[in-house]
């Protein structure tokens, strides 16, 4: 088999090229109704704060984080060992959602500036308790690396 070779000039005009294409659109933000925004801004707030109770208390008792690079983790006691020493800047924006009875879906973004593109996005999944508060059963995120 035959290998096609180019020269430095050409392999680097290619990178160039492919830097330079502009990143595609970001999704809109849509509205999500109070109950479930509640979430968002309640997991901004501990993640600024750097509070990993506090974020770890907006999990079901068995709920996930699944984190890039990291193995799944399981349980209030253990997401709050994985969210301690993190936090700083964080703004999620959601992209799309979906209720059906106790169980919802958002799907969205994040970014570590207020008003800077999206960073990266995230999907997560809630079940409504029986005090009718809604908890993260899961939590997938990754960056926008490319």
């Not at 169980?103 to 005090?131: E, Y």
Request: no cysteine; charged share 20%.
């Amino acid at each position: 088999m035959r290998r096609a070779r180019i020269g430095l000039a050409a392999a680097l005009a290619l990178l160039s090229a492919a830097s330079s294409r502009s990143a595609p659109p970001q999704p809109p933000s849509v509205a999500l109704p109070a109950d479930l925004d509640r979430v968002l801004h309640d997991y901004e707030r501990a993640w600024r704060a750097r509070d990993a109770v506090a974020l770890a208390d907006l999990f079901t008792e068995d709920g996930f984080v699944l984190s890039p690079g990291s193995p799944p983790v399981r349980g209030r006691a253990a997401i709050a060992l994985h969210y301690a020493n993190v936090g700083g800047g964080l703004y999620l924006r959601a992209y799309a959602f979906a209720v059906d009875g106790r169980l919802a879906w958002i799907v969205g973004g994040f970014s570590h500036a207020d008003g800077a593109a999206d960073g990266g996005k995230f999907t997560l999944t809630l079940t409504r308790g029986s005090d009718g508060r809604w908890l993260i059963s899961s939590d997938m995120d990754n960056g926008n690396q490319r």
